[in-house]
C-alpha cells in the first residue's frame, strides 16, 4: 500500500507540476511520521497516554499546508473526498488502540495486541474545507510507547474535490 501512495502522489506530481489535478483541485497530501533518532544505532520509542493526539512531527511531505506537525492535526484546506493511513508499531509490553478522528468523529479504528507488531488502517472519507482529521489513542493496558520513524506514519491526499 505504502509502494502504491507513493507512486500515485509521483505521478500525481509529475502531471500537475504540483499545483492542480486536472485543472479542478489544488493537489493536496502530507506524510509524517515519528522522528528518529540522529543516532541509526538507537531508536527512542515515544509514549503517549489515553486520549493524547499522536504528534507525527517529521513531515517529510505537505503540499496544501494542511498538516501541523505541532498540533498533529490536519486542518482540511480544500473539501473533498481523501484517503488518509495510518501505520503505527508499538514496543514494550502492553496492549493499545488508536481511532482516526475527523470532526471529533470515528471514522478507522485498530488495536495493536502485542508489542513490535505493525498494524495499519486506511480510510476513504469526506471532508469539508476546515475540518480537523487526527489520531488519538484511546487505549492503553500496560506500557506500549509508539516506534519511531517509518513504522509510524499519518498521510493523507485529496481523491476529489467537491
Same mark, same amino acid.
Given at each position: 500500500?505504502?509502494?502504491h501512495?507513493?507512486?500515485?502522489?509521483?505521478?500525481?506530481?509529475?502531471?500537475?507540476?504540483?499545483?492542480t489535478v486536472?485543472?479542478?483541485?489544488?493537489l493536496?497530501y502530507?506524510? =509524517?511520521?515519528?522522528?528518529k533518532?540522529?543516532?541509526?544505532?538507537?531508536? @527512542? +520509542?515515544?509514549?503517549f497516554?489515553?486520549? !493524547?493526539?499522536?504528534?507525527?512531527?517529521?513531515?517529510?511531505?505537505?503540499?496544501?499546508?494542511?498538516y501541523?506537525?505541532?498540533s498533529g492535526?490536519?486542518?482540511v484546506p480544500?473539501?473533498?473526498?481523501?484517503?488518509?493511513?495510518?501505520?503505527?508499531?508499538?514496543?514494550?509490553?502492553?496492549?493499545?488502540?488508536?481511532?482516526?478522528? =475527523?470532526?471529533g468523529?470515528?471514522?478507522?479504528?485498530?488495536?495493536?495486541? @502485542? +508489542?513490535?507488531?505493525?498494524t495499519s488502517m !486506511?480510510?476513504?472519507?469526506?471532508?469539508?474545507?476546515?475540518?480537523?482529521?487526527?489520531v488519538?489513542?484511546?487505549?492503553?493496558?500496560?506500557?506500549?510507547p509508539?516506534?519511531q520513524g517509518?513504522?509510524?506514519?499519518?498521510?493523507?491526499?485529496?481523491l476529489?474535490?467537491?
Amino acid at each position: 500500500m505504502q509502494l502504491h501512495l507513493v507512486l500515485y502522489l509521483c505521478v500525481a506530481v509529475c502531471l500537475t507540476g504540483g499545483k492542480t489535478v486536472a485543472g479542478k483541485a489544488p493537489l493536496v497530501y502530507f506524510k =509524517a511520521s515519528l522522528p528518529k533518532n540522529s543516532d541509526p544505532m538507537t531508536w @527512542k +520509542p515515544y509514549p503517549f497516554g489515553v486520549g !493524547s493526539i499522536i504528534l507525527f512531527s517529521s513531515v517529510e511531505a505537505n503540499n496544501g499546508r494542511g498538516y501541523n506537525p505541532t498540533s498533529g492535526v490536519f486542518h482540511v484546506p480544500v473539501s473533498g473526498h481523501y484517503q488518509f493511513r495510518v501505520l503505527l508499531q508499538t514496543v514494550g509490553t502492553g496492549h493499545s488502540d488508536y481511532v482516526l478522528l =475527523a470532526q471529533g468523529s470515528a471514522k478507522a479504528r485498530i488495536g495493536i495486541p @502485542k +508489542p513490535w507488531t505493525s498494524t495499519s488502517m !486506511s480510510v476513504v472519507i469526506h471532508v469539508n474545507k476546515g475540518d480537523h482529521v487526527l489520531v488519538k489513542k484511546t487505549w492503553e493496558n500496560g506500557n506500549s510507547p509508539l516506534r519511531q520513524g517509518v513504522w509510524s506514519q499519518f498521510s493523507g491526499f485529496l481523491l476529489r474535490r467537491d
